[in-house]
Nanobody, 126 residues
């Protein structure tokens, strides 16, 4: 069972940047599609960005396209989320998730993912 640990959250002013990291306890290359989700108070969990197990395919929520970039370093078993031009509406708990799959592509449904990290808080002040 893979364990995921997020880091890099914090408090930032609007327009600022943060880079989140998600470290996996075992090799994830070629086996796991990886994604970031977020959940704001009183709202449902929503997909933010995902990267396929083969690295070829990435997907982004419309609200973060052009501002966020997902990447993975399989040598370090780590997935990153670079977040630029942050806005107050980006405030949420961000969690990474891993999905065991043989398929290419990224699934946006949170219930399709097998493992989750504990989450890291991102707060953007106006």
């Amino acid at each position: 069972q893979v364990q995921l640990v997020e880091s890099g959250g914090g408090l930032v002013q609007a327009g600022g940047s943060l880079r989140l990291s998600c470290a996996a306890s075992e090799r994830t290359s070629s086996t796991y599609a990886m994604s970031w989700f977020r959940q704001a108070p009183g709202k449902e969990r929503e997909f933010v960005a995902g990267i396929s197990r083969t690295v070829v395919i990435t997907e982004y929520a419309d609200s973060v396209k052009g501002r966020f970039t997902i990447s993975r370093d399989d040598a370090k078993n780590t997935v990153y989320l670079q977040m630029n031009s942050l806005q107050p509406e980006d405030t949420a708990v961000y969690s990474c998730a891993a999905r065991i799959t043989r398929r290419a592509g990224v699934t946006l449904r949170p219930d399709a993912y097998d493992y989750w990290g504990q989450g890291t808080q991102v707060t953007v002040s106006s």
